[in-house]
């Protein structure tokens, strides 16, 4: 009889192996998770920043036309905002007939329109914990321009806006 000689090759991974996998994943995923929520904040602030931003020619046409009383009547000012998840419930800048939502906030601005108004909206809802209780506002000057002031974290912070 021939003496079969069996090959036993190592088949799959060792336990140690394994073992370093998963230490350098979860060292991985310590780095990444905090970076990832830090980017999810800072992309909120700047979509709120957006959206608030976008209701500055709506007004200052008000403004300019004379309509200085907010709603959706004749003669009235609707600034036109959509709800927004990311702002608190509340906020009077959506047109009277429009049901918001739940969930979803609009800004504020003053009921009557003024050469000075502003545009505030309070972070709330689905915004990051961090953002919570914060506000970006853009406030116009006399002359017609308009300048973005936020009371949220430095490193949130957009640019072209000041605390």
């Known amino acids: 009889m021939k003496n079969i000689q069996i090959n036993h090759a190592q088949k799959g991974f060792t336990l140690i192996e394994l073992m370093i996998v998963v230490a350098i994943i979860g060292i991985l ?18 979509r709120v920043m957006a959206e608030s931003g976008s209701l500055k020619t709506s007004i200052e046409d008000c403004i300019l036309n004379g309509r200085t ?3 959706a009547g004749a ?11 990311l702002m608190a419930n509340g906020g009077n800048a959506a047109p009277s007939a429009v049901a918001l939502p739940a969930g979803t906030g609009v800004p504020t601005v003053p009921d009557p329109l003024t050469a000075t108004s502003t545009i505030v909206s309070n ?11 914060t ?24 640019n072209g806006c000041t605390n």
Not at 29 to 46: E, K, L
Not at 75 to 85: M, Y
Not at 123 to 133: D, K, S, T
Request: charged share 10%.
């Open 29 to 46: 995923a310590a780095i990444a998770i905090p970076q990832y929520q830090d980017y999810i904040a800072r992309s909120q602030v700047n």
């Open 69 to 71: 009383v907010v709603g």
């Open 123 to 133: 972070f709330g809802n689905n915004a990051a914990a961090v953002l919570l209780g």
């Open 135 to 158: 506000a970006l506002t853009w406030t116009r000057s006399v002359d017609g321009s308009w300048q973005c002031t936020t009371t949220v974290p430095n490193e949130y912070k957009p």
């Open 75 to 85: 003669g009235q000012c609707d600034p036109g905002a959509t709800g927004s998840n």
